[in-house]
C-alpha cells in the first residue's frame, strides 16, 4: 500500500525555530526568509506582526490542507487527522532514529549504498541545525504559541498517538550503540 513519509516535529519547536532560523538565514535566496530584524524582537511580538508570523500559526493543518489560517474550520481538524492516519507513515523529529528505522523497514532501504552515509550526516549528527534558546512549558511565550497553533497542537496529539500505534506493526525498536 502507498505511503506518504513524514517527520513530525512539536508545533512549538517548530514556530521557534522559525523565529531564530529567520534572523540568520543569510543564505536564503526566497523573499522574507532571512529578517534579521528579528533579532530585535520576542516571539510575542513576532506573534503579534501577521505579516511575518504566518508561517508559525497552524502551519501543519494548513499545508496538509492547501487553506490559509483565517479559512480553518473545526471540522478541518478530523479531516487532517484522517489524511494523516489513511495516507502517512508518520516519524517524529524527537524520535528521529526510530523513525528512519521505521521508514527503512517499510519502503526497504537498508539495501541502499548511501544509506550510511545518510545515517551518519542527517540521521545521527543532523544537518541544517540551528542552534537556540527553547521556551519553557506553560511560560507566556508558550502558551501564546499553543494559542495560535490550537490545531497543530491536536493534530500533533494525534500523531502522537499514531506513531505509537503504528510501532505495534514495527516490533520493538532497539537503539543501535555501536
Excluded at 507566556?140 to 504559541?145: C, R, S, V, Y
Aim: with cysteine; hydrophobic share 35%.
Amino acid at each position: 500500500k502507498a505511503r506518504f513519509f513524514a517527520l513530525f516535529r512539536h508545533p512549538i519547536e517548530r514556530a521557534v525555530s522559525i523565529f531564530y532560523y529567520h534572523q540568520v538565514a543569510t543564505h536564503e535566496r526566497g523573499e522574507g526568509v532571512y529578517q534579521p530584524e528579528l533579532a530585535d524582537m520576542t516571539i510575542q511580538e513576532w506573534l503579534g506582526d501577521n505579516r511575518r508570523s504566518g508561517e508559525a500559526k497552524n502551519f501543519l493543518m494548513k499545508s496538509i490542507l492547501s487553506k490559509k489560517s483565517r479559512d480553518l474550520i473545526e471540522d478541518d481538524l478530523e479531516t487532517a487527522k484522517e489524511i494523516i492516519r489513511t495516507k502517512f507513515l508518520v516519524g517524529l523529529v524527537s524520535k528521529m532514529e526510530e523513525s528512519v528505522e521505521r521508514f527503512d523497514k517499510y519502503f526497504g532501504w537498508y539495501d541502499h549504498e548511501k544509506r550510511p552515509v545518510c545515517q551518519e550526516e542527517a540521521i545521527q549528527s543532523g544537518f541544517n541545525k540551528n542552534p537556540h534558546a527553547t521556551i519553557e512549558k506553560g511560560s507566556a511565550t508558550w502558551n501564546a504559541l499553543a494559542e495560535v497553533n490550537d490545531y497543530d497542537m491536536q493534530i500533533y496529539d494525534f500523531i502522537l498517538e499514531l506513531f505509537q500505534k503504528q510501532g505495534e506493526l514495527f516490533g520493538k525498536y532497539e537503539v543501535n550503540v555501536d
